[in-house]
Each structure stands twice: as structure tokens, then as C-alpha cells.
């Protein structure tokens, strides 16, 4: 037995190398070219050689290299941009998956979990400490705390606020949350819906935001007494009472970093992202960082807004209706703004600002008469 399978592998190992010549004269010779010859290759010295290989043109490509085009507009002969590499990126790539993986990855995850964080926060703040309440009873004499115009440019700018952030969230999170649930064709139109919705209202805001900021810029300068309501904020004095003008210390850092300062730069950068900026060359790379700016203050004013819907609706007592009716109670002006409440007392500012005929105000007229 050993001797037959000993003859059978010398059998096989004849033929093996009687077959090898046939082999090698039937295989087709290699190009003679070193590697760091095909690095140096153009397309056309490459077609020679290796035909159907393309790696010269898209390596070029992929350089970023401005090229000829017929097309007249700007970067119409760069097919991909060159690299780049943003905060925290391990690597750089081609900028525009750079800016993909930085939207998609890190800014998308952190504006998610400050969102759900804000939410989380003051859901357990109502459930800690509920609303605000009224440490004394109403009286039944009424201020007029906001007029007409005001309420109207205050809801006009809220309500487009409103709009814009649920359409942007929609876009940013949508397929992540949106899409499994809707699927792709109807999560197709509502984003485009989303967008075309986004880019109109924005305008909208941007006026209102301008408008609020003229009627409501002469109460938001600083005061004295805000540094004491950021310091109780903070826990440096005690839980007492606090001054404050017509409006404190929380509602003028919103007025000035989230409406003023976010509101600038959220109105900013979307009217580059809706390229009517005149002026401007708008190339690929103005458009991915006006997009990452825009989403960045977008995300952190929508998150600041929560806590002052909470406060302005059922974090407050009365806060709601002011806005509403324009009108708060004696009480209420004494507890929360007893600076703004002296000057009314004294004849600084009128009680009623607008003028309004008996019939149209009658309990409110009333009782200010008492």
C-alpha cells in the first residue's frame, strides 16, 4: 500500500512539472512598470498600459483640482472638494464627507441630547416645584403690562419661532425617528414640505425678531439689581426676594444671548443657506459651515426657548395671561416686578397704556377707579 501511493505522488509530480511550461507560455505577460511609475501615469499613458483603468482622472478628482468646464458658475470644474478635517475628527477627507460625518455625527447626537436634557430638566423641575405661584391674593386692580403691538410683535416672533424649530427638528432628526415609522415616500414629502415651509417662515422670524427688539430693547438694559438675581440664581445669597424692574435678569439674558445674539446668527446664516445675501459667492465650502453654524445656534436657542415657554405658560401663575390679555393683577406686578410696580405707583408710567373706552374695558377701568 505505501508503495502505491509513494508511485502515485512521483506520478503526479511529472505531470505538475511537464504541465508548468504550457501554463506559463499561456498566461499573459504583466506590465513592466514600477509602482512608482503608475503614481506618476497620466490617464492617457495608464490607457496604454492597463486599459479601462480610470485611477489617473480620479485621482485628480479627488484632489480637488479645478478643471475645465463649460458651465459658468463658480467650483463648476471641481467635481469633489480636497480635504478637510473638523473638530475632532480623527482624519481628514474629502470636505464634504467631512461635513457629512460632522453634521450627522457629533452635532446631531450632542443638539439631540440637549434637547432631551432641557425637556428632562424642566419636567422635573414642574414635578419638584410646580408653578410659581401667587404668595398673596388678587386684588382685582389690573396693569396693563403689555400693549397691542407688543403682544402682537411678541406672538407674531414666538409663533414663527415655533414653526421654524418643530420644521427644523423634523428635518435634522426626522430620519432617525420619522422615517421608520412613515417610511421613505411619505417621510419624502414631509421633509420636503419641512423645507419649503423652513426656508419661507424664516424670513418672517427675522423681521419679527427686529421689530421685538425695537419695542423691547429700552426695558432690557442692564440693572443694578440683576447682578443679585444672577447671584441667587447661582446660590449665592438666600432664597429671598429679589428686585427687579419690568422685566429681571433671566428675561434679559434671553432677551440678549437667545433672541438678540442666537437670533442674529440663526437669521444670519439662513439667509446664506437661502443664498439672497447679495454679494456673496456661494461655494460649497460657505454653504457646509453657514449650514453647521445654523444648526448649532438653532439647536441651542430652541433648547434655551423651552425653559421660557415653561415659565411664560404653566410655570408661572399669571404669566400666561399677561401676555394674552396684556393685563396682570396688582399682586402679581408687586411679587415679581415690584421695581416696574413702584413706578407705576408713583406716576412714572401710566397703569393704562393705551387708551381704551369704557365699553371695551369696563372691569378693568372699574377697578382701577377703586
Same mark, same amino acid.
Given at each position: ?34 509602482? #512608482? ?10 490607457? #496604454? #498600459? ?28 471641481? $467635481?469633489?472638494?480636497? /480635504? ?15 461635513? %457629512?460625518?460632522? %453634521? ?23 414635578? $419638584? /416645584? ?41 428635518? $435634522?432628526?426626522? /430620519? ?27 424670513? $418672517? ?53 437667545? #433672541? ?23 461655494? %460649497? ?80 377701568? /372699574?377697578?382701577? %377707579?377703586?
Amino acid at each position: 500500500m505505501k508503495t502505491w501511493f509513494a508511485s502515485l505522488a512521483i506520478g503526479l509530480s511529472v505531470l505538475t512539472m511537464s504541465a508548468a511550461p504550457a501554463v506559463a507560455q499561456q498566461a499573459p505577460a504583466a506590465p513592466n512598470v514600477e509602482s #512608482v511609475d503608475i503614481l506618476k501615469q497620466n490617464q492617457a499613458e495608464r490607457t #496604454v #498600459v492597463q486599459p479601462g483603468n480610470n485611477a489617473p482622472v480620479w485621482r485628480t478628482i479627488k484632489e480637488g483640482t479645478e478643471n475645465y468646464s463649460s458651465l459658468p458658475y463658480p467650483e463648476a470644474g471641481v $467635481l469633489i472638494q480636497p /480635504k478637510a478635517q473638523f473638530p475632532g475628527q480623527a482624519q481628514a477627507v474629502t470636505a464634504g464627507e467631512a461635513w %457629512r460625518q460632522y %453634521r450627522n455625527g457629533p452635532l446631531t447626537q450632542i443638539g439631540g441630547w440637549l434637547l432631551i436634557l432641557a425637556i428632562v430638566g424642566i419636567a422635573g423641575m414642574f414635578l $419638584l /416645584k410646580g408653578s410659581i405661584k401667587l404668595q398673596h391674593p388678587r386684588t382685582g386692580r389690573l396693569i396693563e403690562r403689555f400693549t397691542s403691538v407688543e403682544r402682537i410683535a411678541h406672538w407674531t416672533m414666538a409663533i414663527s419661532f415655533v414653526v421654524l424649530a418643530i420644521t427644523g427638528i423634523a428635518m $435634522l432628526f426626522g /430620519k432617525y425617528v420619522l422615517l421608520p415609522v412613515f417610511g421613505h415616500t411619505l417621510f419624502g414629502w414631509l421633509a420636503y414640505a419641512c423645507k419649503n415651509i423652513h426656508n419661507f417662515v424664516g424670513p $418672517l422670524f427675522t423681521v419679527s425678531t427686529l421689530v421685538f427688539f425695537v419695542i423691547y430693547v429700552k426695558d432690557n438694559l442692564p440693572h443694578a439689581t440683576d447682578i443679585e438675581w444672577i447671584k441667587r440664581l447661582g446660590g449665592a445669597v438666600g432664597k429671598g426676594h429679589v428686585s427687579a424692574g419690568r422685566f429681571n435678569a433671566g428675561e434679559k439674558l434671553w432677551f440678549w444671548f437667545g #433672541v438678540v445674539l442666537l437670533g442674529l446668527v440663526v437669521s444670519t446664516s439662513g439667509f446664506v443657506l437661502n443664498m439672497i445675501v447679495p454679494g456673496l459667492q456661494y461655494d %460649497r465650502s460657505m454653504m457646509q459651515v453657514a449650514n453647521l453654524i445654523h444648526l448649532s445656534a438653532a439647536t441651542l436657542v430652541t433648547a434655551m426657548s423651552f425653559a421660557h415657554i415653561y415659565i411664560g405658560t404653566i410655570g408661572m401663575e399669571g404669566a400666561y395671561q399677561a401676555m394674552r390679555t396684556g393685563y396682570v393683577d396688582e399682586t402679581w406686578a408687586k411679587e415679581h416686578h415690584d421695581l416696574w410696580y413702584q413706578q407705576i405707583e408713583n406716576g412714572e408710567i401710566p397703569r393704562m397704556r393705551t387708551k381704551e373706552s369704557l365699553a371695551n374695558r369696563p372691569t378693568v377701568l /372699574k377697578e382701577n %377707579r377703586t
